[in-house]
């Protein structure tokens, strides 16, 4: 079953490690409790979106360094 | 374990101890540091019975999840991060109980930036320089100089008796995070003079947006046009920026445009000095507001005078002084 994992703090959402870096995870990806699927940057830290339940990544609701709020969907998993 | 404490099972993104802050050093270059949103640390401090200047959690952005020790009186104020106890929700701007064993956490925050949590008795750290305010950058105060970590086992002080379950701040009594028209009052300051006259209407026609890195140091702001400087040449002792100056004593609220780009609140964890020029200082009555802004939300700056900065200032005091009505 499809599921919206959402924002746990707002910033900036980034899907790789750097720029130029492959994302962490691509539409379609494995997800596995614990992999990380973006970061946030917020009061000059980044803190790990970590995956909190394991699936297929569907689909992102947000950009690379698209503003997040918290709260804000981020991707969907199918569970 | 102390008698009376938490324990910090997750501890948030960066929750720190405070107080009202620890004055009068800042001309030794130690801040005032304390709550960025002071009447929400009083107001909570208020709804547990304990005096306004007790120390409390200030949580920004993401709350913490703290195990009690023992039977406590809680209140949340500030941001909209709903409390929960063993998961149930609880009210915000209200005392409610928390019995030993019990574990406080949050959902995700949906307004503002700093939540405060004030428990009776208050967080019972040592006092340096006569105040339990954490000032991280210097190591100094708070739980050991430094934001909470997993672990962490956080004495409590004994209440005063004085706090009831249920006691609540009526709404008109809160000030609801701002979502959109956020507007900081400024009176423009000494060095005003430095930008051209296009870029002083600019500063305040134009809307800034705050930036992801604005912290209890300075609250950074982007978006808005680049201020042009009026030619000179800089005075010995001034970097060769034309924002730079001779070095000068910062104020609290004062804003610095390094480059002329990004405006920067200084707010309480503050450097005192050094040498950007200041376009000009944040009235003391929109200190609490910034302290609740999110990243990128927009802002505008208005331009006051002294009078008015001092008129707002009365009106903030009024509002203070009505908190003990409402209560």
């Known amino acids: 079953m499809a599921k919206t994992i ?74 | 374990m102390a008698e009376r404490s938490f324990e910090v099972v997750k501890p948030g993104l960066a929750t720190t101890v405070q107080d009202l802050g620890r004055p009068g050093y800042y001309h030794l270059g130690l801040p005032l540091s304390g709550a960025m949103d002071r009447f929400a640390l009083i107001a909570a401090n208020r709804l547990v019975g304990n005096p306004d200047g007790a120390a409390g959690l200030e949580a920004v952005f993401l709350g913490p999840e703290l195990r009690f020790s023992a039977d406590a009186l809680v209140a949340i104020t500030g941001a909209e991060l709903p409390p929960k106890l063993d998961g149930v929700e609880q009210p915000l701007w209200s005392a409610f109980a928390v019995k030993a064993g019990q574990v406080l956490s949050f959902a995700f925050l949906k307004g503002g930036a700093r939540a405060y949590i004030a428990i009776a008795g208050g967080i019972d750290v040592p006092e340096v320089l006569g105040s339990r305010s954490t000032y991280a950058l210097g190591a100094l105060g708070g739980f050991e100089g430094r934001a909470l970590k997993a ?57 800034w947006k705050v930036a992801p890195e604005a912290d209890r140091i300075g609250y950074r702001f982007r978006g808005g046009k680049k201020l042009d400087f009026v030619p000179r040449q800089q005075p010995f002792g001034a970097g060769s920026d034309p924002s730079n100056i001779v070095d000068s004593c910062y104020p609290y609220g004062s804003i610095q445009v390094p480059g002329g780009t990004e405006p920067i609140v200084l707010h309480r964890d503050a450097v005192s000095g050094g040498g950007y020029f200041m376009i000009g200082t944040v009235i003391s009555a929109d200190m609490d507001l910034i302290g609740q802004l999110q990243p990128h939300q927009p802002v505008r700056f208005q331009s006051v005078t002294l009078d008015e900065a001092l008129a707002a200032r009365a009106v903030e005091k009024a509002r203070l002084a009505k908190l003990g009505e409402l209560i």
Do not use: C
């Not at chain 1, 790789?16 to 990806?29: M, Y």
């Not at chain 2, 249920?166 to 900081?184: D, M, N």
């Open chain 2, 151 to 207: 672990g962490d086992v956080v004495p409590l002080g004994a209440p005063t008796g004085t706090g009831r379950e249920g006691a609540s701040l009526p709404k008109e009594g809160r000030r609801p995070a701002q979502e959109s028209g956020v507007e900081i009052r400024v009176v423009p300051g000494l060095y005003w003079h430095r930008i051209t006259e296009e870029a002083q209407a600019g500063f305040f026609e134009d809307t």
């Open chain 1, 6 to 79: 959402q924002a746990p703090l707002p910033g900036t959402f980034y899907r790789s490690s750097a720029p130029g870096e492959p994302p962490f995870k691509s539409e379609g990806d494995a997800v596995a409790v614990g992999d990380t699927i973006g970061l946030i940057e917020v009061m000059k830290s980044f803190t790990p979106v970590v995956a909190e339940e394991a699936g297929t990544l569907l689909a992102f609701h947000v950009e690379n360094e698209d503003a997040v709020m918290a709260g804000q969907p981020l991707y969907d998993l199918d569970a």
